[in-house]
């Protein structure tokens, strides 16, 4: 009789991925509305052959030891995989993979959606209205930044940074990007996007847009230097991982009246609490980590775990290997 694979589900994830796992192994779903706590992740992986873990899990050196020599893969429902340490992964011959691709234009939309927010201070306009403050038309009343017309700096010109690009063009914006790596010339002249290093990147922006993975280069790269060499009146917004920016240094830049506004959707813990500094400032809108949370794009990426998962059971290359 051949033997199951035994895998462990951090959470539930679409049916489209369950159903699809549930089909070839015996699927232990974690299915609470929060993660394990870490002593019951390094508990219910011993012995696993394969793990579907969530940006939320730490795989690292001591959960591998925990899951022990049975593992052979680990997906992660997520493009990012700042959450797994790759190299031990590696050094013990455990596959890994990732969701690229499918979330892209998802999370490019809610990244411009921030912008737009942001920039014509939509969450405050929503407030003055539900708090009763609306008396008349008003020639100050709220004034924003203009989008059109503006400068797009895009630090990190990956698909999503690609795609924020492509938005920018559509509503007539200058686009500026940094990256480690330089796009091809036809990539630069279809989206419009000029390379410049990342200081100039920042000098001339009117607004900022992250898009690099969090790795140890970018931890922090947007701190209090790289703060005050933004343009006066400039829009920050990140939608890839919290820890590139330095938060502190960033509520700073807000009270100062240097920065205009700031549109998070990570931050650095997370959940950020009610009571953090950034919250009681009226320029920062911040969302909790939904920048691929369409009904869609989930699926899709439920899709893909599982395929990376399935293939990795059985020793095949993954279709999305990191
Ligand atoms: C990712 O995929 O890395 C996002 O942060 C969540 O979809």
């Given at each position: 009789?051949?033997?199951?694979?035994?895998?462990?589900?951090?959470?539930?994830?679409?049916?489209?991925?369950?159903?699809?796992?549930?089909?070839?192994?015996?699927?232990?779903?974690?299915?609470?509305?929060?993660?394990?706590?870490?002593?019951?992740?390094?508990?219910?992986?011993?012995?696993?052959?394969?793990?579907?873990?969530?940006?939320?899990?730490?795989v690292d050196g001591?959960?591998l030891?925990?899951?022990?020599?049975?593992?052979?893969?680990v997906?992660?429902?997520?493009?990012?995989y700042d959450?797994i340490d790759v190299e031990a992964c590696r050094a013990l011959g455990v596959a890994v993979?990732?969701?690229?691709?499918?979330?892209?234009?998802?999370?490019?939309?809610?990244?411009?959606?921030?912008?737009?927010?942001?920039?014509?201070?939509?969450?405050?306009?929503?407030?003055?209205?539900?708090?009763?403050?609306?008396?008349?038309?008003?020639?100050?009343?709220?004034?924003?930044?203009?989008?059109?017309?503006?400068?797009?700096?895009?630090?990190?010109?990956?698909?999503?940074?690609?795609?924020?690009?492509?938005?920018?063009?559509?509503?007539?914006?200058?686009?500026?990007?940094?990256?480690?790596?330089?796009?091809?010339?036809?990539?630069?002249?279809?989206?419009?996007?000029?390379?410049?290093?990342?200081?100039?990147?920042?000098?001339?922006?009117?607004?900022?847009?992250?898009?690099?993975?969090?790795t140890e280069?970018?931890?922090?790269?947007?701190?209090?230097?790289?703060?005050?060499?933004?343009?006066?009146?400039?829009?920050?917004?990140?939608?890839?991982?919290?820890?590139?920016?330095?938060?502190?240094?960033?509520?700073?830049?807000?009270?100062?009246?240097?920065?205009?506004?700031?549109?998070?959707?990570?931050?650095?813990?997370?959940?950020?609490?009610?009571?953090?500094?950034?919250?009681?400032?009226?320029?920062?809108?911040?969302?909790?980590?939904?920048?691929?949370?369409?009904?869609?794009?989930?699926?899709?990426?439920?899709?893909?775990?599982?395929?990376?998962?399935?293939?990795?059971?059985?020793?095949?290359?993954?279709?999305?290997?990191v």
């Amino acid at each position: 009789m051949s033997h199951r694979p035994h895998v462990f589900v951090t959470r539930r994830i679409p049916d489209a991925g369950l159903e699809a796992m549930r089909a070839a192994a015996d699927v232990d779903l974690w299915d609470e509305e929060l993660p394990p706590s870490r002593d019951v992740l390094l508990e219910r992986v011993r012995g696993v052959d394969g793990l579907l873990s969530l940006l939320t899990d730490r795989v690292d050196g001591e959960l591998l030891d925990s899951a022990g020599p049975s593992l052979k893969v680990v997906s992660n429902y997520a493009v990012g995989y700042d959450n797994i340490d790759v190299e031990a992964c590696r050094a013990l011959g455990v596959a890994v993979g990732n969701t690229p691709g499918v979330l892209t234009e998802t999370t490019a939309d809610l990244a411009f959606a921030l912008l737009m927010a942001v920039a014509r201070r939509l969450p405050e306009s929503y407030d003055f209205v539900r708090q009763d403050r609306w008396q008349t038309w008003g020639p100050l009343l709220l004034l924003g930044k203009d989008i059109h017309g503006a400068t797009l700096g895009i630090i990190g010109f990956g698909r999503i940074g690609r795609e924020m690009a492509r938005r920018a063009k559509g509503f007539g914006m200058r686009t500026l990007y940094y990256s480690r790596t330089r796009v091809p010339a036809e990539v630069e002249s279809e989206l419009d996007a000029t390379f410049m290093p990342l200081d100039e990147v920042l000098a001339q922006s009117d607004f900022i847009s992250l898009h690099t993975a969090l790795t140890e280069e970018t931890r922090h790269l947007i701190d209090a230097p790289a703060l005050a060499r933004m343009k006066q009146g400039a829009i920050l917004i990140n939608s890839s991982r919290g820890g590139v920016v330095d938060q502190a240094a960033l509520a700073d830049a807000l009270r100062s009246g240097h920065l205009f506004g700031a549109g998070l959707d990570v931050t650095d813990p997370e959940p950020m609490r009610a009571d953090d500094p950034l919250l009681s400032l009226p320029n920062c809108l911040v969302v909790p980590h939904i920048a691929s949370a369409s009904e869609r794009t989930r699926d899709r990426m439920a899709e893909k775990a599982a395929a990376n998962l399935l293939a990795g059971l059985v020793g095949e290359p993954l279709p999305d290997p990191v």
